[in-house]
Nanobody, 124 residues
Framework: QVQLVESGGGLVQAGGSLRLSCAAS????????MVWFRQAPGKDREFVAA????????DYADSVKGRFTISRDNTKNTVYLQMNSLKPEDTAVYYC?????????????????WGQGTQVTVSS
């Protein structure tokens, strides 16, 4: 069983930065894929970024390319999402998720484990 705990959300002005963390407990295998999703009020949960635990294979949603960076620290079992040049439309609850598969999926139902979410609010 894997538990995921997000942190690092908050309120920031447009153009600012935040770094989200996702600490994983339990056994994380090299076959896992770790992702970030987000959900704004009244909208579906959408894919943001993903990376495989074992290598540098990374994928981003078009809306965040060039602004967000997903990284990991294997020694801490933690995945990060560095968010720069934030925009009001980035406002959402951000969720960390994991699946026992090396193929990146962009739909939430493909993920086995979820964190509780962390709120990110970007003011204009």
């Amino acid at each position: 069983q894997v538990q995921l705990v997000e942190s690092g959300g908050g309120l920031v002005q447009a153009g600012g930065s935040l770094r989200l963390s996702c600490a994983a407990s339990g056994r994380i295998f090299s076959t896992y894929t770790m992702v970030w999703f987000r959900q704004a009020p009244g909208k579906d949960r959408e894919f943001v970024a993903a990376r495989r635990w074992s290598d540098d294979n990374i994928d981003y949603a078009d809306s965040v390319k060039g602004r967000f960076t997903i990284s990991r620290d294997n020694t801490k079992n933690t995945v990060y999402l560095q968010m720069n040049s934030l925009k009001p439309e980035d406002t959402a609850v951000y969720y960390c998720a994991a699946r026992k598969n090396t193929v990146v999926a962009v739909t939430p139902q493909n993920y086995d484990y979820w964190g509780q979410g962390t709120q990110v609010t970007v003011s204009s």
